[in-house]
């Protein structure tokens, strides 16, 4: 008997458990996403100038290519189609759902106008079909950016760049014309520990040096090492290389270019000032403690800045029908099948970042679903078979429920749109990001 199984989401964590899952001959794969287009943050979590890292999504779409893999866009599981409606359709649901928000900082002044998520900012510039085109207008001079990993590096180096830096990519129109009128000059990146501790990697973080139009500028007395750092750097060649690239602008005077990025270390949030809009950020400097934990000074400073994006890190959202770890912000697992009580759940599986939490690069996501794979093979012959084996009864219970599916198909309708739009305005191909309109660009294509 044919098994058939639900992956949801259609990042690389979905799209990898596709590809192992098929390896094994007699099954039938049915992914759904939320969004009418595929591929999770490979779409809309890299940055548009990384376009070398995008093009992943090629090899990922011929994963999904093929005849017993359906892709049903569209569909949010949870409000269009719960849980327990699933499993009448599937032997087995594999969650490849991802981390959907954000970790806060817990200090006053968070939810100030002018303060954001990065999960807010990212979705915005990328053209998330969630993410309203309004949200960002740019008209902040000075902007804080907590965090110092490659999401944090994102952030300040889209904000440093020029929209003619940008107008290459397939940036949405709507992020185009507010990069054009943006009047940010000084980005400040902000970390709560040193440089040997940051999560950025070199290549990202030396990216930063090459925007035409932003200096960037490094404090030395930030870079000053302490015992544990210059410890904790004798093993880490990733850090001592990052090293390097900070002392280089630290010995450079700025050339006076328009933008300035600001890299700060040793500095931690402690209030967002304004009465209702962001005005500023108060800062406390840091050291570490004997135990290795970030400790304050009681010395604080203010930054200038009318718009705070908070990126210190992503968490996972906790599947109405699933157990979740809420401190971790994951699904309870063992090498991916759902854990609870203690007690596997047979049926139900997790991969990717609801699995392990948001670490790791793309590639990561494959070593990770193939493990969840093996597990979901292991416990084939012991999965009860779901009473609804016509292929055909989802699709019928889903359009009962007037969800309108994107099929394949349909997304293909998707990009041959991008394209058109680009070719209108000059450019190889442009986002289109309001849900209504992927929804028309897919439609007539929408057949399963
Ligand atoms: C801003 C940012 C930039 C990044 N840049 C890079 C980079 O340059 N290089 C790199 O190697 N890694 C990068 N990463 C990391 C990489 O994107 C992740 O490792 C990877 O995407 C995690 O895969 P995933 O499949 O677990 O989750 P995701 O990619 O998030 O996919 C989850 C999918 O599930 C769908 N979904 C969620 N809930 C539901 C639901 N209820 N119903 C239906 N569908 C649902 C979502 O719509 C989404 O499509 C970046 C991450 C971020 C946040």
């Not at 939810?111 to 207008?137: K, Q, R």
């Not at 009580?341 to 990770?368: F, M, Q």
């Not at 041959?416 to 028309?440: N, P």
């Amino acid at each position: 008997m044919v098994l058939r199984v639900a992956i949801i989401g259609s990042g690389p964590a979905g799209v990898y458990a596709v590809e192992a899952l098929t390896r094994r001959g007699d099954v039938a794969v049915d992914v759904f996403d939320r969004s009418p287009c595929p591929f999770g943050l490979v779409r809309y979590g890299v940055a548009p100038d990384h376009e070398k890292i995008r093009s992943i999504s090629a090899a990922l779409g011929n994963v999904l290519d093929q005849s017993h893999v359906r892709f049903l866009g569209n569909v949010d599981v949870g409000s269009d189609i719960s849980l327990a409606e699933l499993r009448l359709f599937y032997d087995a649901v594999l969650f490849a759902s991802g981390a959907a928000t954000d970790r806060r900082l817990d200090v006053p002044g968070e939810d100030l106008l002018g303060s954001f998520s990065s999960t807010e900012f990212v979705a915005w510039y990328n053209g998330h079909p969630d993410a309203p085109l309004d949200t960002f207008t740019l008209d902040a001079r000075s902007v804080a950016v907590v965090g110092m990993g490659n999401v944090a590096v994102d952030l300040g180096r889209l904000l440093a760049k020029t929209a003619d830096e940008l107008r290459h990519t397939d940036i949405g129109d709507h992020a185009l014309s507010v990069l054009e009128r943006s009047h940010v000059t000084d980005i400040h990146m902000i970390g709560r520990r040193g440089p040997v501790q940051a999560k950025f990697t070199t290549k990202e973080l030396r990216e930063l040096g090459e925007i035409a139009n932003a200096d960037v500028i490094v404090d030395e007395a930030e870079l000053v090492l302490d015992e544990a750092s210059e410890q904790l750097l004798a093993t880490r060649p990733a850090a001592q290389r990052n090293l390097k690239v900070l002392r280089d602008w630290a010995a450079h005077l700025p050339s006076g270019r328009p933008r300035r990025l600001h890299l700060r270390f040793w500095q931690r949030p402690v209030e967002v000032l304004g009465a209702t809009r962001v005005t500023g950020l108060r800062v406390e400097e840091t050291r570490l403690d004997e135990a290795g934990n970030v400790v304050g000074t009681g010395r604080t400073a203010t930054i200038d800045a009318q718009m705070v994006l908070r990126a210190a890190g992503y968490r996972g959202v906790p599947i109405a029908g699933l157990p979740f770890d809420d401190r971790a912000g994951i699904v309870p697992n063992a090498a991916g099948r759902v854990v609870g009580d203690g007690e596997p759940l047979l049926g139900l599986y997790v991969a990717g970042w609801i699995k392990r939490g948001p670490t790791g690069v793309i590639g990561t996501n494959k070593a990770d679903a193939r493990e969840t794979v093996a597990s979901l093979v292991e416990d084939a012959q012991l999965l009860p078979p779901a009473p609804n084996r016509d292929p055909e009864d989802v699709l019928r219970f889903l359009t009962q429920r007037d969800v309108r599916v994107v099929s394949w198909a349909g997304w293909q309708a998707i990009e041959l749109a991008e394209s058109q739009l680009g070719q209108q305005r000059g450019r190889a191909r442009v986002r289109i990001s309001e849900r209504h309109e992927l929804l028309r660009a897919a439609s007539g294509a929408a057949t399963l």
